[in-house]
């Protein structure tokens, strides 16, 4: 199934039909490096975004306690991005070594460097495994609930893969897993885990169903034939209502953690201003329906995208709020 490696050049020169044409892993990155790149997605960083956007919401709204942002604070969000970069790279390492002859069938993913042979599970396996440590390492900088997250998020990072095979929905599992930064991250800051912190985790699964699915329609065929599960297969034609549900339930359980996170002694304003930032993400997830064509796998392909910009669009305003 492809577990034999090409030969150095070769693999160095082959490319990946579902990354972005003309990424800096095939434009830059030493030829021997380039398989091992692959899998970790280093040639696409959408979902490294996706990763440590919900770390932003957790120290940006955590911050809005009334003590504000601390020193602290600049060192817990340069490593929680770089911890989403090793995180993702051996999360989807993983997928991958889980996945090879799943996605050997799929039109959009057989070039993917396992099935492609680029590299040979084992290497996959020691390279997933220098991720995994090299994150390590940040996490031991944080506080013990930090720590004691991030030990236990490694439970549905290493349950996800195997989500298709036996449920409908395993955009559940990758949004629990895709979302713990948002506990991790307002634990780091604020030595607990609150209310605010649920909600906002639980905002961040349901945003996480919205932008998967419309990512699972790129497959839904390939999908159907060789019978891997998803919502986009359980939804079919009724994936645009389903989609507005997520939307729906992103913004109020987002609205929901900003108006308990935020004490009522800082007044209207920090409020306000957090709101709105969730009113802009709102925005941009209504603009998102209404360019959407579910049966063009482009479209899917460039919606799914946008979720960075949708995800980042609260940020600044609960950064403001803080500040206020």
Not at 205 to 212: E, G, Q, R, S, V
Request: some cysteine; proline content about 5%; aromatic content about 12%.
């Amino acid at each position: 199934m492809g577990d034999a490696p090409r030969m150095p050049d070769a693999a160095g020169d082959a490319t990946v039909a579902d990354a972005p044409g003309g990424n800096w892993v095939d434009r830059y990155a030493p030829r021997m490096a380039r398989p091992f790149l692959r899998l970790s997605r280093a040639d696409r960083p959408i979902g490294t975004w996706l990763l440590y956007i919900p770390c932003l919401w957790g120290v940006a709204l955590a911050a809005n306690d009334g003590a504000g942002f601390r020193r602290w604070d600049i060192w817990l969000l340069l490593s929680c991005a770089a911890g989403a970069f090793l995180m993702r790279g051996a999360g989807c390492t993983w997928n991958d070594i889980t996945d090879r002859r799943i996605d050997a069938q799929v039109a959009r993913t057989r070039s993917r460097p396992l099935p492609s042979g680029q590299a040979t599970v084992r290497q996959a396996l020691i390279w997933m495994a220098l991720q995994a440590l090299a994150a390590a390492l940040i996490l031991i900088s944080y506080n013990r609930v930090a720590i004691g997250l991030g030990i236990l998020s490694l439970l549905p990072v290493a349950i996800y893969p195997f989500a298709k095979r036996f449920t409908w929905w395993p955009q559940v599992f990758l949004g629990i897993a895709f979302n713990w930064g948002a506990l991790l991250a307002w634990a780091a800051h604020a030595g607990a885990v609150t209310g605010g912190a649920v909600m906002l985790y639980v905002a961040g699964i349901a945003w996480t169903l919205f932008y998967d699915t419309i990512y699972a329609h790129q497959d839904i065929e390939d999908d159907a034939l060789i019978g891997v599960r998803s919502t986009a297969r359980l939804f079919g034609e009724k994936s645009g209502s389903w989609l507005a549900f997520f939307a729906a339930a992103t913004l109020l359980f987002f609205a929901a953690a900003v108006t308990s996170a935020i004490p009522v002694s800082r007044g209207h304003w920090p409020v306000l201003v957090a709101l709105l930032g969730v009113w802009a993400m709102g925005m941009h997830l209504v603009r998102q329906l209404r360019r959407l064509d579910l049966n063009d796998p482009a479209s899917c392909q460039r919606v799914f995208w946008s979720n960075r910009d949708a995800g980042l669009l609260p940020v600044p305003f609960l950064a403001i709020a803080a500040l206020l």
